[in-house]
């Protein structure tokens, strides 16, 4: 909630930074704001203090019990359907990471309308994905089956992604980020799912396994479409 949350107040701050101050200092605009919610988050001093105390207390009896064995190598190899998924929720990644990376200069380019302006159109996807996870946390789609699920949210997904790149009006665009972060929202939840559900013998090594497949694709993707 709070990675979404930002997702949609950091491009309106940039934006706004940008119209007042210019981008060479408005992208410097949302640090203050970083800065005093750390000050304000309470920090659990007592569990770290515990914490600190119990690793105190280990050394001074001289405890040297060894840690649990890592359960992934205990596990067998991941099966083939795993990997289909993990692809699949790859490449998706990829998409949502280009749709953030890209869809403000696709705005500038299609429209003509000013990069700030088109930064704050781009904050509309994340909307999409905030209204989309509720939805799927309030229970909706719940009795779907996941691929039909995954399925109609590619659709949706693509669709957005046609009216931003074919868009010639601001409502288009506008239209076709909130349809994009509509189906991106369950991607992620949904596939990753759908991945560990194909690999039942290997749940902490699938489970593992899906770390890079998120990290590659958001690293790799909007590069490699710029």
């Not at 405890?63 to 064995?69: E, G």
């Not at 596990?75 to 490449?91: D, G, Q, S, V």
């Not at 299609?110 to 159109?121: C, E, F, K, N, S």
């Not at 690999?199 to 890079?212: D, E, I, K, T, Y």
């Amino acid at each position: 909630l709070a990675s979404v949350i930002g997702g949609v107040l950091g491009p309106l701050v940039l934006s706004a930074a940008a119209r007042g101050i210019g981008w060479s200092l408005g992208i410097l605009a949302p640090v203050p704001l970083a800065l005093a919610i750390a000050f304000l988050v309470p920090v659990g001093r007592a569990d770290v203090a515990a914490a600190a105390s119990a690793s105190s207390a280990d050394r001074a009896t001289g405890d040297t019990t060894p840690p649990p064995p890592d359960r992934r190598r205990l596990e067998p190899p991941l099966p083939r359907a795993y990997w289909l998924a993990w692809t699949f929720l790859a490449l998706c990644i990829g998409a949502e990471s280009s749709f953030v990376a890209w869809g403000a200069q696709v705005a500038v380019v299609r429209v003509g309308i000013p990069l700030a302006d088109a930064t704050a159109l781009g904050s509309l996807f994340v909307v999409g994905l905030i209204v989309g996870r509720t939805g799927l946390g309030a229970g909706i789609g719940a009795r779907v089956p996941p691929r039909t699920m995954l399925a109609a949210m590619v659709v949706v997904a693509v669709a957005g992604g046609l009216l931003v790149w074919a868009g010639q009006a601001v409502v288009m665009v506008g239209a076709g980020m909130l349809a994009g972060g509509l189906g991106m929202a369950g991607v992620w939840p949904t596939a990753a799912g759908v991945a560990v559900a194909n690999a039942p013998r290997s749940p902490v090594l699938a489970g593992a396994r899906l770390n890079p497949a998120t990290g590659v694709a958001a690293l790799v993707a909007p590069l490699a479409l710029g």
